[in-house]
């Protein structure tokens, strides 16, 4: 049961365009979401969050998008750079069975070509 | 240093063997997490431990896994008996909140089970 789904592994964006990865879910009790970065031999890191009484967040280059009822988020990566070839996980987090767990998708590889 | 640090980063063992992996959450975060991701996987939800509750240990795969958090600090992974499909990057995270923040990540410890 895959709560938090990432349908596309991969993606290839050529420099300076917009880089769209897409994440779906099927909890309606998820009320905050997470997008993560990773590069290989290092642990995730956090890049942007939202809750879901919003349904956008900016911060520089990185926008994040919530469709509560779709049940979808987007991370908009514009300019995409070089160095924004990674492995992005989006997350899912709420309060279930009284603990509060980050639910994580399988990822989606990005490469932007110089 | 100020993130959250693993050790080993990697090791090896035969199968059969018992492992422990340590965690050492960043200082004063109340919220630690055991992830682990297997080869072209996503993240998968180990146990959580929250201050003084009862960690949630709803996603740990087998009796063979249990973990410990001493002190409200470090934590120690332990599977007993390792087989091959053990073979997988731990991942350890840190929260301040346990909700609606963001988790930080360790690198990792890559095991491997021959």
């Known amino acids: 049961d895959q709560q938090v789904k990432q349908n596309s592994p991969s993606l290839s964006v050529q420099e300076g365009r917009i880089s769209i990865l897409n994440c779906d879910y099927t909890n309606s009790m998820f009320d905050y979401f997470l997008w993560y970065k990773k590069y290989p031999a290092e642990g995730p890191t956090f890049l942007i969050s939202?809750?879901?009484?919003?349904d956008k967040n900016e911060d520089g280059r990185f926008t994040v998008f919530l469709n509560k009822s779709a049940k979808h988020l987007s991370l908009h990566i514009v300019p995409s750079q070089p160095g924004d070839s990674a492995v992005y996980f989006c997350?899912?987090?709420?309060?279930?069975?009284?603990?509060?767990?980050?639910?994580f998708g399988t990822g989606t590889r990005l490469k932007v070509l110089a | 240093g100020a993130g959250v640090s693993q050790s080993p980063s990697n090791k090896v063992t035969e199968k059969g063997k018992d492992v422990e992996l340590r965690c050492d959450p960043i200082s004063g975060h109340t919220a630690l997490y055991w992830y682990r991701q297997s080869l072209g996987q996503g993240l998968e939800f180990l146990i959580y431990?929250?201050?003084?509750?009862?960690?949630?240990k709803s996603g740990l795969p087998s009796d063979r896994f249990s973990a410990e958090r001493t002190g409200g600090s470090v934590s120690t992974l332990t599977i007993q008996r390792t087989q091959q499909e053990d073979s997988a990057v731990y991942l350890c995270?840190?929260?301040?909140?346990?909700?609606?923040?963001?988790?930080?990540f360790g690198q990792g410890t890559r095991l491997t089970v021959v």
């Open positions: 995270a840190s929260s301040s909140q346990g909700y609606g923040g963001e988790a930080f």
């Open positions: 997350a899912a987090s709420a309060r279930i069975s009284g603990t509060y767990k980050y639910i």
């Open positions: 939202i809750s879901s009484i919003k």
């Open positions: 431990f929250q201050g003084n509750s009862a960690p949630d």
